[in-house]
């Protein structure tokens, strides 16, 4: 999880659970080490800490203990604080799976702004990841078509187009390939022909 959802109440009751999670730091974090354990600097592991949280409020709601582990990553110029329930894990791994995190919302942005689901007709969670498949299974299937048809313009016209024909008996290369000439930019639309010749 980002920094920004921080809650030590809600974090403990993950530990708890026997889950773990692996989140960002504040820069404004409070923690007292306990003990330290070697790090592979090559790596871009900084440090790898054991203690629990200093103040009495995030002490009293995440009384356990934490592990901090620092990490530059080279490639953004940045130091990055990491904070686990995990002890046992390396601490190469709380930086990796941090990143694999960042990963999966690039994946939810770009089904967000490529697939439109506009909404969801069940929400249960088998219900929500059906959804998703079959939407991202619709979009690969237009990926295929199109670039097996050699279709001018974007793959997201190539989206409306159909969407806009859902029930047209016309062929569908003939269906795409009409509507993407129509869609020739050399043509001015708002010039109107006396004749047609």
Known sequence: ????????????????SGAF?????????????????????STGLRSNQIGKLSTL??????????????FYDEEKQKHL???TNNLQIPALTVAKLYKKR??????????????????????????VKTQIWIAVSLY?????????????GSLRNT??????????KTPLNELLMTISSQNDPERNFNQLEMFNL
Do not use: C
Not at 58 to 70: A, M, Q, W
Not at 105 to 127: P, R, V
Not at 140 to 152: D, E, F, G
């Open 1 to 16: 999880m980002d920094r920004g959802y921080i809650d030590w109440a809600r974090l403990f009751k993950i530990a708890s």
């Open 21 to 41: 999670f692996v989140i960002r730091a504040k820069d404004n974090l409070r923690f007292t080490r306990y003990k330290s354990q070697p790090v592979d600097k």
């Open 57 to 70: 409020k995030s002490k009293g709601e995440f009384p356990t203990h934490l592990r901090r582990v620092r």
């Open 81 to 83: 604080v990491f904070l």
């Open 102 to 127: 960042w990963e999966i919302e690039l994946f939810f942005k770009w089904i967000k702004g490529n697939l439109e689901i506009k909404h969801y007709y069940g929400t249960s969670a088998n219900a």
């Open 140 to 152: 690969l299937i237009v990926a295929i078509i199109q670039k097996n048809l050699k279709l001018p």
């Open 159 to 168: 989206l409306q187009i159909l969407s806009v024909h859902p029930f047209d």
